[in-house]
């Protein structure tokens, strides 16, 4: 497969591991990982390529590679978007073939929809977010940049998850509902009112913590 099918992917975790394979089954080819602390290749057939902090290098030599931010810390992801803010980056889309996008939604570069995720009519996937594995978001949703949507969670129609909220494993959202910015909704939540940001949340219904 030819250069410009080429994923580089910053962070070679478990989460790494899991977007390499939905992008591989997605068609890209692997070209490798950049890792601060991983020294052995995570995944079949790639290889740690350096730390991080070589993105420069590596691109100046493969400038139609694409990349892929895989690091499931919401501010991790950004950091690491934002330390490179002044090179040119092709940033990717990765959706995942089991994966389901209306005509009428969009993912923004840099975001992530993994196996059997569904995203329905006129939602819209900000860049840098992940949409793991099974998540359902609803008509007319909205999803901010660096957003984290766990496995298994559902998004009713018309929730607003704002920049770098996370919404935990098998939380379910109502209709109409919004998330603040950097709020955190625990695994299992039941979500039916607005989430202040930076405010987390955990339990049936979704309260406070203290």
């Known amino acids: 497969m030819g250069d410009r099918h080429s994923l580089l992917l910053l962070g070679a975790g478990g989460h790494g591991r899991a977007v390499a394979d939905a992008a591989s089954a997605a068609g890209w080819h692997i070209a490798g990982f950049l890792d601060d602390h991983a020294t052995e290749a995570p995944w079949t057939g790639a290889s740690i390529l350096g730390a991080i902090d070589t993105l420069p290098t590596i691109l100046q030599a493969h400038p139609e590679w694409s990349v892929i931010v895989t690091l499931g810390d919401n501010r991790e992801r950004r950091s690491v978007v934002e330390r490179f803010a002044g090179i040119p980056i092709r940033f990717a889309t990765v959706l995942a073939p089991s994966a389901y996008v209306s005509p009428t939604a969009s993912v923004e570069p840099g975001s992530i929809v993994m196996h059997h995720a569904v995203v329905h009519a006129g939602s819209r996937i900000g860049p840098h977010a ?68 930076g405010v987390t949340v955990v339990g049936v219904p979704a309260r406070p913590t203290r």
Do not use: F, M, Q, W
């Open 130 to 197: 992940i949409l793991n594995t099974g998540a359902t978001i609803d008509h007319d949703c909205e999803i901010g940049e660096y957003g984290h949507i766990s496995p298994g969670v559902h998004l009713a129609g018309t929730v607003k998850v704002e920049r770098e909220a996370h919404v935990g494993i098998g939380a379910s959202v109502i209709p109409g509902v919004r998330i603040g910015a950097r709020a955190v909704v625990g695994a299992g939540a039941a979500v039916i009112s607005d989430v202040p940001a």
